[in-house]
């Protein structure tokens, strides 16, 4: 026997009433945190306060205590010399490869597998995803995250979301890959396809985060406020296009509780090891194919052919050419490879904006063919279009503002 | 034998599969976390059992895709038993979702879990009446801490499938 | 007094008699239904959601949502 949603209540009042007694509840410090934490007049400045407050840790902890403060000396001081030392072959395709410039004297320019490969890798990016994860973590499990979203609600409700979409975005700033699985917690389909499009364009994971912040730091901020602004302007956009229902917000709030410290570590350490599976092996990768590239004269092919397109159209060099391929396989190693190419800072900013939207990284294009082959199609034709607008709206922004 | 656990987002029932398994699930204090499921293996009576970690559900009629999973899992499973992992703060909710599993005929035992916290909160539940009306097996469990978790393995092969008029009756009628 | 849930303001209280029937299925598992005492616990400017408790239990919803939503205010 199946029964209504009415007879189903009827019924569970009739079994509270036997054998459930209410007794007096005292509220205490943490139902007072909680309902302090989901008022707007209080909730709103906390939560500026405490997004301020991860990204400065994230950046102490991650670029100036860890990259600048032990691993550059490290790689620069150490490994750098010691490799183009002991490596046979100097001036040859192979020291090429895998060392990269013979007179290089520091772990960015040098570009070989090994050397700027092994840095980007364990130097930059390892210690920003720990952090990330960490302080992610840590929000999650003191269940800080439904709270968010119900103060980021009524942003996220006009681009044809709801406040949920925080969770998946915040993911994605430390890695697309979850944060296209997590795109799973949005209820319809227009919702789903408008968050995985524009977290596959618009969304820089921490690797790249961590990286910029290494190698453009006087920059990054403009960035950042590109691709913050993109998110909002093409979420509009795709809002107002795609088809389907808008949300309706209903998430359950719980209480605040203590973080496990097993919980923690096990999670992080599985984003870590996650990360040593997926993300070393494609820096490496990506790495090699593109100094193979150079050697072979492709990419000074493609940066010919599509010249006008670079140049005239997005105000770029044509030398992007090269770190755009890279960027394909990984957006960190693409951010470290154009930080040494020659350009006024304008163009510097345009290119990685280009790097970040142009097309996800392989591991997050698989994760979209995952998650529905007739979705990732449609934010690819999203991505093409929004791409070559956007790219040529910042080049003429830059030619309005005079420092194109 | 197959083991579904099933429950409302955030009730700690992750805990609980690395609890009964011994593997490693990681929970997060906010629903939609275990977006695919894991499966697990545990003893029951010195005998294998497949575990699976069902993604939090609110109901049985899904409002997002995890839930959906959630659903199409339990539907897949016909001849599997529940183990229904509810907050003993929000009982009536928790039964709610229980209730929808047992009216589609699945045998099943009741973790009220978090049971410290409504003990603090001064609910008192009584679980040999619950037990009486519902008619399956009702344990309260503190996960975290692993009280209860070798009581409700014990009992869930005592687990099987109730009929809803019985627990009509059992409560004094509907109205 | 009845009123939407939408329209009620900080820390009042009531109880639901009536939730339009499309709705219902879906804040059924979250516990709200008719006859459930439910108190406002805040509501985000600018048209955002409002948040309210259920016995033990706190909820956010839509305004879009909360409209649809009749309680019988405590006197």
Redesign the interface.
Same mark, same amino acid.
């Given at each position: 026997m199946k029964l209504t949603i009415d007879q189903r209540w009827d019924l569970i009042d009739k079994i509270a009433k036997q054998t459930v007694t209410f007794g007096e509840y005292r509220h205490t410090l943490k139902d007072a945190i909680g309902e302090l934490t989901i008022k707007p007049f209080t909730g709103i400045p906390i939560a500026i306060a405490v997004m301020y407050a991860f990204w400065s840790i994230f950046s102490s902890f991650a670029g100036t205590l860890f990259t600048d403060g032990f691993m550059v000396k490290l790689f620069d001081g150490h490994f750098l010399p010691w490799m183009q030392d002991i490596f046979p072959g100097a001036g040859g395709w192979l020291y090429y490869i895998i060392v990269g410039d013979p007179l290089a004297n520091n772990s960015f320019e040098a570009l070989g597998v090994l050397t700027s490969g092994f840095f980007v890798a364990i130097g930059v990016v390892l210690p920003a995803i720990f952090i990330f994860y960490l302080m992610l973590a840590l929000l999650e499990d003191m269940g800080y995250m439904p709270r968010l979203a119900v103060l980021i609600d009524t942003v996220l409700h006009r681009i044809g979301l709801h406040g949920y979409a925080i969770v998946p975005t915040i993911l994605s700033l430390g890695c697309n890959v979850p944060g296209v699985a997590a795109t799973r917690i949005l209820e319809t389909k227009k919702q789903r396809f408008i968050m995985m499009t524009l977290l596959a364009i618009f969304i820089p994971c921490g690797a790249q985060i961590g990286i910029m912040e290494e190698v453009i730091p006087d920059t990054m901020g403009w960035v950042l406020l590109y691709l913050i602004t993109g998110y909002f302007i093409f979420g509009y956009i795709l809002n107002k296009i795609v088809p389907g229902k808008s949300p309706e917000f209903l998430i359950d709030v719980p209480p605040y509780r203590k973080p496990m410290i097993s919980n923690l570590s096990k999670k992080v350490w599985g984003r870590i090891v996650g990360f040593f599976k997926v993300a070393l092996p494609f820096v490496l990768l990506g790495c090699g194919i593109v100094n193979v590239l150079y050697l072979v004269g492709f990419i000074d092919w493609v940066g010919n052919v599509f010249s006008p397109v670079f140049v005239l159209w997005f105000g770029v060099p044509e030398a992007t050419a090269g770190p755009l391929i890279a960027a394909f396989l990984r957006k960190d190693l693409a951010v470290a490879q154009l930080s040494v190419i020659e350009m006024t800072p304008y163009q510097m900013i345009s290119a990685v904006v280009l790097v970040s939207i142009y097309f996800p990284c392989v591991a997050t294009f698989a994760m979209m063919i995952k998650e529905g082959v007739k979705e990732m199609l449609g934010a690819l034709a999203v991505l093409f279009v929004v791409v070559f607008l956007y790219g040529g709206l910042i080049h003429l922004i830059g030619i309005l503002l005079g420092v194109a | 034998m197959n083991v579904l656990l099933m429950g409302?987002?955030?009730v700690g029932k992750s805990?609980f599969f690395n609890r009964l398994t011994g593997a490693?699930v990681?929970?997060?204090?906010?629903?939609?976390?275990t977006?695919?499921f894991t499966k697990g293996w545990m003893k029951i009576d010195g005998e294998d059992a497949e575990l699976v970690d069902v993604p939090g559900?609110?109901?049985l009629?899904p409002?997002?895709?995890?839930e959906e999973?959630a659903v199409a899992m339990l539907h897949e499973n016909k001849d599997a038993k529940v183990i229904c992992v509810i907050d003993a703060?929000?009982?009536?909710?928790g039964?709610?979702?229980a209730? =929808?599993i047992l =009216?589609e005929g699945y045998p099943m035992v009741i973790a009220l879990n978090m049971w410290d916290a409504a003990v603090d909160?001064?609910?008192?539940?009584?679980?040999n009446?619950?037990q009486r009306?519902?008619g399956v097996p009702v344990v309260s469990t503190v996960a975290?801490s692993g009280e209860g978790i070798k009581e409700l393995t014990l009992k869930l092969k005592e687990a099987k499938p109730i009929?809803?008029?019985d627990?009509?009756k059992n409560?004094?009628g509907?109205? | 007094m009845e009123k939407k849930l939408s329209e009620m303001k900080y820390e009042e209280e009531g109880i639901v008699t009536d939730i339009e029937e499309t709705l219902r299925k879906k804040v059924a598992g979250m516990g709200i239904r008719v006859g459930k005492r439910l108190k406002m616990i805040t509501k985000q400017p600018v048209k955002g959601p409002v948040v309210v408790a259920v016995d033990e239990a706190i909820t956010s919803l839509g305004l879009d949502v909360a409209e649809k939503i009749i309680v019988e205010m405590k006197s």
């Open positions: - | 409302h987002p955030n805990v490693n990681t929970e997060s204090n906010y629903p939609g976390t977006v695919d559900t609110f109901s009629d409002k997002d895709k995890a999973v703060s929000k009982i009536e909710r039964v709610y979702l209730l =929808e =009216e909160k001064n609910i008192l539940i009584d679980i009446n619950l009306i519902l975290i009929k809803i008029e627990i009509v409560a004094g509907l109205t | -």
